[in-house]
């Protein structure tokens, strides 16, 4: 059974840090491409981060370059997402998502497997 399980938001102020997990389970980890995507009220889903399913190729939203990075442990099955110098535009509920194939991809209708999110929020 496919499941993949978000951790690790929270309330902080801007500046501050958060780091995500994204656990997964059913599937081989490694061959899956593996992306973070969230979504604020009134606002459409966007990607925030993808990874390749080896690890070697990674993508970021321009407006979190700099500030988040995504990597992964294959032994343990999981996904993070660093993220740094959090700011209130940050505030979203924040999900991973896994598709079989190698490459992954920033639209979000590729991906067939989707955790339940996990919320941040960024105080100014």
């Known amino acids: 059974q496919v499941q993949l399980v978000e951790s690790g938001g929270g309330l902080v102020q801007a500046g501050g840090s958060l780091k995500l997990s994204c656990t997964a389970s059913?599937?081989?980890?490694?061959?899956?491409?593996i992306a973070w995507f969230r979504q604020a009220p009134g606002k459409e889903r966007e990607a925030v981060s993808t990874?390749?399913?080896?690890?070697?190729?990674?993508h970021y939203a321009d407006s979190v370059k700099g500030r988040f990075t995504i990597s992964t442990d294959n032994a343990k099955n999981t996904a993070f997402l660093q993220m740094n110098n959090l700011q209130p535009e940050d505030t979203a509920l924040y999900y991973c998502?896994?598709?079989?194939?190698?490459?992954?991809?920033?639209?979000?209708?590729?991906?067939?497997?989707w955790g339940q999110g996990t919320q941040v929020t960024v105080s100014s």
């Open positions: 990874i390749s399913s080896d690890g070697g190729i990674t």
């Open positions: 998502a896994a598709k079989n194939y190698p490459v992954a991809s920033m639209s979000a209708a590729v991906y067939s497997y």
């Open positions: 059913g599937f081989i980890f490694n061959e899956y491409a």
